[in-house]
């Protein structure tokens, strides 16, 4: 018997998949020395990401959840989360159903308030001027997603829901499209998803030349969609007074995602750019994933 061309493309998607996810994770023998999947993630090798969970944690819970933060000043050598914003909009998902997480991305770093442990770190590379050209490169997204595997892998959840704010959005949507099957529902807020078109709506940073510019597309969720698993949802929510990233960034991510058939929802809310400014984000999010 002959497979259907959609089947087979769907055979293709999951291979391609278990194929990047292998590349991904080879050479992982040598895990995160200080690993304990609370405090710590295993990512490739010999790299750690610095995690901070909420709620009651414990295995097979429905619902595995990891929030991906923003970027932090962009002059600033402590990059450090959470910020209170963060927690307040985590908190708003705590249930019995769901496990949820912090990820301290690549080159930043966890600090908990009222703790006297030392600031956890992960691993990675942080320009601290130029941010956006070295963090949202696909080296670092390389340490991200074997975490994410990882952390699946332990909790067993029937979903794993990944949550972006801003650059956090950036880094998730291109995993998703680079890993697919990783990742059942994706949510970016405030995403920067194709940076050509922040540029054009919002004159961009006047430091970015030619070149740079074509690292930043290359590496962004508008140029690595394709691929992106079509059982999985995709929730893209904006304020519609966001000066940093406008609406228009996420409509147009939007248009490409459902011209690709793939199962996408368009939230333009009341806020700006920042978590705080946006009222009703939590809401929104827990009609998805309760």
Request: hydrophobic letters at 35%; proline letters at 4%; one cysteine or more.
């Amino acid at each position: 018997m002959i497979a259907s061309e959609s089947g087979y493309d769907e055979s293709m998607k999951k291979l391609l998949g278990i194929v990047v996810l292998g590349l991904l994770l080879s050479g992982n023998s040598n895990a995160c020395e200080k690993e304990d999947f609370i405090k710590y993630i295993s990512a490739s090798k010999n790299k750690c990401i610095a995690i901070l969970n909420l709620g009651k944690i414990e295995k097979g819970k429905k619902n595995l959840i990891v929030f991906l933060h923003g970027d932090g000043s962009p002059n600033s050598p402590r990059p450090g989360i959470p910020k209170k914003s963060q927690i307040r909009f985590a908190k708003e998902l705590i249930n019995d159903n769901n496990n949820i997480f912090l990820f301290a991305r690549p080159g930043y770093f966890i600090r908990e308030r009222g703790s006297s442990e030392e600031d956890r770190y992960s691993s990675g590379p942080r320009n601290a001027i130029k941010s956006t050209v070295v963090n949202y490169d696909w080296k670092n997204f390389q340490i991200l997603a074997p975490a994410l595997q990882n952390l699946k892998k332990y909790y067993k959840p029937k979903k794993l829901i990944l949550i972006g704010h801003s650059g956090g959005a950036y880094q998730g949507g291109t995993i998703h499209g680079k890993v697919p099957g990783l990742v059942d529902i994706n949510i970016l807020i405030s995403c920067p998803c194709d940076w050509e078109t922040r540029k054009k709506l919002s004159n961009g940073k006047k430091w970015e030349t030619k070149s740079q510019l074509k690292e930043l597309k290359k590496n962004s969720p508008s140029f690595n969609y394709k691929d992106i698993d079509l059982k999985s949802l995709n929730i893209l929510i904006v304020g519609k007074d966001d000066k940093n990233t406008a609406p228009g960034v996420s409509k147009y991510y939007y248009d490409l995602l459902k011209k690709k058939k793939l199962q996408v929802k368009l939230h333009i809310i009341d806020g700006g750019h920042g978590l705080r400014s946006m009222a009703t984000v939590g809401s929104i999010i827990k009609e998805y994933i309760n």
